[in-house]
């Protein structure tokens, strides 16, 4: 996945909308990227996805 | 929460007290006696002054009530539904026929944060007999209190995170009365001066988070380009040295930045309009500027302005009393070292004390809050509905 919308798409589809407001919140404290409405300067830049994919990875989700 | 305590908040059995003893036994005698006769506690909390043996009180609490969990650490203030002070304790009870299951343990972080709170998690789930994963977070609640001088509490925040992505964990760093010379929490008897107590609850009433802090954006933010988040150092925003963007938003010299304008101007990462303040600690000989918790290069950043502390903190306690079902019969708070001196310099305790009187409350004055990461200047806490709801 290169942007971090995909990133969210991937994660929402395993996750209920409750959960993953509450990681949302967690990875952007962790990384200050936001993970449900990602910045355009942030969605495709490949250390921001690479900052959430660690952070989701850090929290026990893998994509 | 503005009238007395009501028969209904007696009948809902969660019960406050308030000491400004620092023996042992008195403080133990001062709570026992508050609760009253009558109390029958599923868990108890009690935050106190470092001058007093907390291990020591909570296991004559635990002895006192042995079908408890009992946890507590050690304050830079206490306060309940009815008193303010700091060098006393308080103390919460939750009935014991509102907690369907309950369970505390300590996590020691001497071999690691991760692996103490991977071995905390592991006695909490064999005790309970679920995995936290499993545990609703609908009836669940976590409460996290992490000593506070060792700057783990994001690697605590995270691992709860890890372990239960679904639940909330809410808590505080533990005082010492502004010594900084050591914390301490405590779980039924045992202590740790590098750890944290968890609990996690099972209740048959409603509750809701409560987050609030008096601090409003401005109209300055920054972008991190340089950090040292493991230390929790600043070095760049905007590619400029970071004490000179943060004078020059603040209309100051770098070398007015000082306690004060941290406190009315600390920094704020937005979400969705709320802050998660990230507070200034102090200017470095480096040129850096170390804050009470990391912050991370990339992070986009508000410098705020002061707000109302006390106006925030009655929104906030309409809003979860409405979340709650209208009627709330107890509470647990966790409110910024940071806060308490801004209520100190305005003499705003006998207002807060009002705020919440008529429902049985503890809580203390922090060196951080924890809610799914580590913040501050910010008051965060569980609230309870009624079993009426």
């Known amino acids: 996945m290169r942007t971090v919308s995909e990133l969210r798409d991937a994660v929402g589809a395993s996750l ?30 490949p250390a921001s996805v690479e900052r959430v994919r660690k952070a989701l990875a850090d929290l026990g989700v893998t994509i | 929460m503005s009238s007395p305590t009501t028969d209904a908040a007696l009948r809902g059995g969660f019960r406050s007290a308030w000491t400004q003893s620092t023996s042992t036994q008195q403080v133990v005698d001062d709570i026992v006696e508050q609760f009253g006769a009558d109390v029958d506690p ?31 650490c050690t304050t830079a203030g206490e306060f309940n539904d009815t008193r303010t002070g700091h060098g006393g304790a308080s103390a919460l009870a939750l009935p014991a026929r ?3 299951r309950a369970v505390a343990e300590i996590a020691g972080f001497r071999q690691g944060t991760v692996e103490g709170i991977d071995a905390a998690v592991e006695r909490v789930e064999s005790r309970l007999g679920s995995c936290l994963r499993d545990l609703s977070p609908t009836t669940c609640i976590g409460l996290v209190l992490v000593d506070g001088l060792h700057g783990d509490e994001e690697a605590v925040n995270q691992r709860l995170g890890y372990h239960a992505p679904a639940l909330s964990f809410v808590g505080g760093s533990a005082g010492d009365d502004q010594k900084f010379a050591g914390t301490r929490v405590f779980c039924n008897g045992r202590e740790s001066d590098r750890g944290a107590a968890l609990l996690m609850v099972e209740v048959t009433v409603p509750f809701a988070v409560l987050k609030t802090c008096s601090l409003r954006p401005g109209p300055h933010s920054f972008t991190v380009t340089r950090a040292d ?39 704020g990462l937005m979400i969705d309009d709320d802050p998660w303040v990230r507070s200034p600690l102090a200017v470095l000989p480096d040129g850096g500027l170390r804050f009470y918790c990391q912050i991370p290069e990339g992070m986009q950043l508000s410098v705020m302005d002061g707000g109302d502390l006390v106006g925030g903190m009655r929104s906030a306690l309409d809003r979860v009393r409405q979340e709650v079902g209208g009627s709330v019969s107890g509470a647990v708070l966790f409110n910024c070292i940071l806060r308490r001196l801004e209520m100190d310099a305005d003499d705003l305790h006998p207002v807060w004390t009002e705020l919440l009187r008529g429902t049985p409350t503890a809580g203390f004055h922090t060196y951080g809050e924890s809610w799914l990461g580590h913040i501050n200047q910010t008051c965060v806490g569980v609230v309870f509905g009624s079993e009426a709801g």
């Open chain 1, 16 to 45: 209920g909308d409750g959960d993953l407001v509450m990681l949302s919140i967690r990875v952007m404290i962790a990384t200050g990227v936001s993970l449900k409405s990602p910045k355009p300067e942030h969605d495709r830049n």
């Open chain 2, 42 to 72: 599923g868990v108890v909390m009690v935050f106190l002054t470092s001058d007093a043996d907390g291990a020591k009180v909570t296991a004559l609490l635990s002895d006192r009530w042995p079908g408890a969990e009992v946890l507590g």
């Open chain 2, 98 to 100: 509102i907690v369907k």
């Open chain 2, 229 to 267: 988040v493991d230390r929790r150092v600043v070095y760049e925003v905007d590619s400029r040295p970071v004490l000179e963007a943060y004078a020059e938003a603040l209309g100051i010299s770098p070398g007015e930045l000082d306690e004060a304008a941290f406190i009315r101007h600390p920094w």
